[in-house]
């Protein structure tokens, strides 16, 4: 069974602009989460997603944004990137939510000059 | 409040030594879940235990153990016979029971020595 795949990589913006990082969960999951990893403050949730609704958003600003599709896949979304936003972004998935494992994707390294 | 504290920033052994992570945690909930995840240079959370709150049972699986102790928040990891392989950086976590969301450590970076 394929894991969490998250695309692109890595990437590379500039302050101001936006980006949308894409991450498809593990065949017949239906929940996915999101996270942030910084030097600074660690592994910080982001929002999560079931049945293509936002179920719970962790603390950060509007400029942070995401959906999910009917097929499960899960896009997020930063407009007017400022150089704190530059971070590992790791996608999970789990069968349903509320206590089930997340299963964690390779992230994004998001780079913001 | 809910956190997850691992005082351990760095560990260095040498090839073969036991090890173990400490990870201590606070919560409001009766019920709740505890992870541990292992991080390689790849960057990858890779999934290695999950235990629930009502299940102090001990857990072994090869080389990795797991000591869960509700009286004192603590819910530790060891790694005998450590092997260069298993260094990475390993977070422990606390699944919020409303919501599921995963409420991580710092982080311990494990490097293991030839």
């Known amino acids: 069974k394929a894991g969490v795949t998250q695309t692109p990589r890595y990437l590379i913006k500039t302050r101001g602009q936006q980006v949308t990082l894409s991450c498809s969960p593990i065949?017949?999951?239906?929940?996915v989460s999101w996270y942030q990893q910084t030097p600074g403050q660690g592994l910080q949730f982001l929002f999560e997603?079931?049945?293509?609704?936002?179920?719970n958003k962790g603390n950060f600003p509007g400029r942070f944004s995401g959906r999910q599709f009917s097929n499960s896949r899960s896009e997020m979304n930063v407009s007017t990137l400022e150089l704190g936003d530059s971070a590992l972004y790791l996608c999970?998935?789990?069968?349903?939510?509320?206590?089930?494992?997340?299963?964690f994707g390779p992230g994004t390294r998001l780079l913001v000059l | 409040a809910q956190k997850v504290t691992q005082a351990q920033t760095e560990i260095s052994v040498v090839e073969k030594e036991d090890v173990t992570l400490d990870c201590v945690y606070e919560?409001?909930?009766?019920?709740?879940?505890l992870f541990w995840y292992k991080q390689p240079p790849s960057g990858e959370l890779v999934f290695l235990i999950r235990?629930?709150?009502?299940?102090?049972q001990n857990e072994i699986s090869g080389r990795y153990s797991w000591n869960f102790q509700k009286s004192t928040s603590s819910f530790n990891f060891t790694i005998t016979a450590s092997q260069v392989v298993d260094s990475a950086v390993y977070f422990c976590?606390?699944?919020?029971?409303?919501?599921?969301?995963?409420?991580f450590g710092q982080g311990t970076t494990l490097q293991v020595k030839p």
């Open positions: 999970a998935s789990s069968f349903n939510p509320n206590q089930e494992t997340q299963y």
């Open positions: 976590a606390l699944s919020e029971w409303e919501t599921g969301k995963l409420i």
């Open positions: 997603y079931f049945s293509e609704t936002q179920r």
């Open positions: 065949s017949g999951h239906r929940s």
């Open positions: 235990r629930n709150s009502f299940d102090e």
């Open positions: 919560t409001r909930d009766t019920t709740y879940y």
